[in-house]
């Protein structure tokens, strides 16, 4: 799901020989943002710090960022050493690089500022109940930190309001979250409460019995091509009418209050709801061409979806635009992002997987927003008692339609 926490090597400690060197944010101080050459959009900064003082024998003479790794919860390794690299790291009050070997009783530290802009300290809260917190993710911001001095993230924000949360995964920058979401895409993340929680709801994904729709909006390059579309052939392709596990939310009263908040999309819906059947898409997955991309490739892990098109704009255009309702069975990594794309549907927005037009201005693609959003989250299958969870779609969600 994310980068893996290293292991902590050597022997542990009991809590009272731990109790004094307890890794914690030790100073908060506010400044002024504007000394410190910050953004103007800053309301304040804080300085954090991470220490840790060198007390096990194990540990003497070894690299600071190898002991930071294993000592400090927070931190990796990996994320040891990025932050060394970039200045923030010190030993015995100076300034380290990675690979400074440690001395018994010598502190490891770590600092930087932290902005606070105004929107980032707002936590909306779509839903709670005793196991999880379900909190609305609004584009362009993180679920969690992999490393300490990135920007908040929104577990940031709901281990604020709710404390639990943070001890709840095996990986504390998680702050709880039983699932992520890519940067720039919006809607409900949920965070479980307990340990317990989070293990049963990990084992719901890894058994593909948690419910995910999404909404995405995507460029129709070729929309003479019928629908369903054909797949080639070849092992593990296979594309075949199905339908969604919640296609009532898309016409029962919360669902589209939650779909259409602003009745943008009521001049244009069908009258009988859907522009198009279901389908259901199995193909594999597997690394892509690019860093940080995945493609369909016949040797990938198998991935499964269910699409259905909403609605479809200009169908007689090159220009033309799909709604479409995307159920992730399988929960590969950019999964909704590359099937699309694969369909010669590429999300508006989503240049690493296409979905640039390419008779368009460069810098008006590079400045679009993509157009995925996290619609509906249930756990039901795996906790009884949770319902169906919905996240209404961003300001301007639809304003490639018009």
Known sequence: MNETTSDKAGSTPTEDELDAFVSEDTLEMEIDAAELGLDDGASS??????????????????????????????????TARKMALEGHMFVAGDRAPPSRRVAFGESIEFQWYEELPERAQQLRVLASTPRFVYAYKPPGMHTHRLRPNQPLALADLVVREFPECRAAALDHREGGAIHRLDGDTSGVVAFARSRTSWERARAGFEAQRVGKLYLGLARASRPERPWPPEAPRGWGYSISPGALAHERLLVDADGLAALDPAGTLAPRRPAEGFAGEAIELRVPLGQGARRGQVAVRPDGRSSRSLLRPILITNPAENDARALLAIELVSGHRHQARAHLAWLGLPLVGDALYGGGDEAGDEAERATEALRLHAFAIDLSEVFRDERVVLAPVPAGFYDALR
């Open 45 to 78: 900064a804080t300085l954090r710090r991470l220490t840790h003082t060198v007390h096990l024998p194990e540990d003497e003479g070894a690299r600071a960022d190898v002991v930071a790794g294993r000592r400090i919860p927070e931190l990796t390794r990996r």
